[in-house]
């Protein structure tokens, strides 16, 4: 009887063997198995924030800060862009992305301004993206139109202080009425040239004309742009006798207009200045080292170029917020300081 229980309980440890083996498969396949369809769908339903490689991580910070009192709502495509004032133009509001590094700058090939004085400066507007175009000829020595130049003016200052709401220039909506008596509506550049007037910024003449298709003359260009940087003309030069006396000694800056003396010798107040930080310096950077104003020329395109690459604080000290800002500053940010 012995002999016959023996095989028995041997035939029963190896079913428990196996059995248990299995189990160990088992569990083992469980673990390692993809997983299945519907984890992958539950998985990707949750919401992921994602910057995209042409969202700038500045903008991202920031958000998208609110429109100021008279500000057109921003249409839905641009709702997200961070952009701080509607209406200005798409490539000069993103030029603050561009210049964060996070896309490339946009390659200007103008085929007539290689090795000219101002290549760099017409460069860096079409990159900043003020130009109407980036290729074709620019047509450097052309004079530039009173409505170009300040169309110009308008989209650089938008750029360059693009994360700052309260230093962008509004445009003017299409059902605004003009205070130019040469001046429609439905002209292409209204938003820009009634916006910078709204604004406080003269662009204009004393009799309501704009004169928008005559070139911009040398006096008009710098009292235009004295006038935006400095946030108006100085009360010690609102008196005409006394802004002349405070221009530099060009030979002929007693044939400087009335009307533009003021906002001349407010921008000619850089020299009270010590810092060259902070100096503004239109005339200089513009016509470069000068006897003569020529207040009557026109200004040519490679001229106008030139003046636009540094925007005033809109404040007559230059403290602070108020530190002038370049184009080569905006499209080459200086890295925030680490923590």
Same mark, same amino acid.
């Given at each position: 009887? %012995?002999?016959?229980?023996?095989?028995?309980?041997v035939l029963c440890?190896?079913v428990f063997?196996? #059995?248990?083996?299995?189990?160990?498969d088992?569990?083992t396949? /469980?673990?390692?198995s993809?997983?299945?369809?519907?984890s992958d769908?539950?998985a990707? =339903?949750?919401p992921v924030a994602?910057?995209?490689?042409? &969202?700038?991580?500045?903008?991202a910070a920031? #958000?998208?800060?609110?429109p100021?009192a008279? !500000?057109?709502?921003?249409?839905?495509?641009g =709702?997200?862009?961070?952009r701080?004032a509607s209406g200005?133009?798409?490539?000069?509001?993103?030029?603050?992305? !561009?210049?964060?590094? +996070?896309s490339?700058?946009?390659t200007v090939?103008f085929t007539?301004?290689?090795g000219?004085?101002?290549?760099k400066?017409i460069? +860096?507007l079409g990159?900043?993206?003020v130009?109407?175009?980036?290729?074709g000829?620019?047509?450097?020595e052309?004079?530039?139109? %009173? $409505?170009?130049y300040v %169309?110009?003016?308008?989209?650089?200052?938008n750029?360059?202080w693009?994360?700052?709401?309260s230093k962008?220039?509004?445009?003017a909506?299409?059902g605004?009425?003009?205070?130019f008596t040469?001046?429609?509506?439905s002209?292409?550049?209204?938003?820009?040239? /009634?916006?910078m007037?709204a604004?406080?910024?003269?662009? #204009?003449?004393?009799d309501k004309?704009?004169?928008a298709?005559q070139?911009?003359?040398?006096?008009q260009?710098?009292?235009?742009?004295?006038?935006?940087?400095r946030g108006?003309?100085?009360? $010690?030069y609102?008196a005409?006798?006394m802004?002349k006396?405070?221009?530099?000694?060009w030979?002929d800056?007693a044939?400087?207009?009335?009307a533009?003396?003021?906002?001349?010798?407010?921008?000619?107040?850089?020299?009270d200045i010590?810092?060259?930080?902070?100096q503004?310096a239109?005339? #200089?950077?513009?016509f470069?080292?000068?006897?003569m104003f020529?207040?009557?020329a026109p200004?040519k $395109?490679?001229?106008? +170029?030139m003046?636009?690459q540094v925007?005033?604080?809109?404040?007559q000290?230059?403290?602070g /917020?108020?530190?002038p $800002?370049?184009?080569a500053n905006?499209l080459?940010p200086?890295? &925030?300081?680490?923590?």
């Amino acid at each position: 009887m %012995r002999a016959v229980h023996i095989p028995a309980l041997v035939l029963c440890a190896v079913v428990f063997m196996a #059995g248990c083996a299995k189990k160990t498969d088992t569990t083992t396949a /469980e673990v390692t198995s993809p997983p299945s369809a519907a984890s992958d769908v539950s998985a990707s =339903a949750t919401p992921v924030a994602v910057i995209s490689p042409s &969202s700038s991580p500045s903008d991202a910070a920031l #958000g998208s800060p609110s429109p100021s009192a008279g !500000a057109s709502p921003a249409s839905a495509s641009g =709702a997200s862009t961070g952009r701080a004032a509607s209406g200005a133009s798409p490539g000069a509001n993103g030029a603050v992305a !561009a210049a964060a590094g +996070a896309s490339p700058l946009a390659t200007v090939a103008f085929t007539d301004i290689s090795g000219t004085y101002a290549e760099k400066a017409i460069v +860096a507007l079409g990159q900043l993206g003020v130009l109407d175009s980036t290729s074709g000829t620019f047509q450097p020595e052309k004079p530039v139109l %009173r $409505r170009e130049y300040v %169309r110009w003016l308008f989209k650089t200052n938008n750029a360059v202080w693009a994360n700052l709401p309260s230093k962008q220039i509004h445009p003017a909506e299409s059902g605004d009425k003009s205070d130019f008596t040469d001046l429609q509506s439905s002209d292409p550049d209204f938003k820009y040239i /009634e916006g910078m007037n709204a604004a406080g910024i003269s662009v #204009g003449f004393p009799d309501k004309t704009f004169k928008a298709d005559q070139p911009v003359t040398h006096e008009q260009a710098i009292a235009i742009k004295a006038v935006l940087d400095r946030g108006g003309i100085a009360d $010690r030069y609102k008196a005409v006798d006394m802004a002349k006396s405070r221009l530099p000694e060009w030979k002929d800056k007693a044939q400087i207009s009335a009307a533009f003396a003021g906002a001349i010798a407010t921008d000619a107040s850089d020299d009270d200045i010590n810092s060259k930080s902070t100096q503004i310096a239109n005339v #200089g950077r513009a016509f470069g080292a000068v006897a003569m104003f020529r207040p009557q020329a026109p200004v040519k $395109r490679g001229e106008a +170029a030139m003046l636009l690459q540094v925007i005033g604080g809109h404040a007559q000290d230059t403290n602070g /917020e108020n530190v002038p $800002r370049s184009v080569a500053n905006a499209l080459h940010p200086s890295p &925030s300081p680490s923590p």
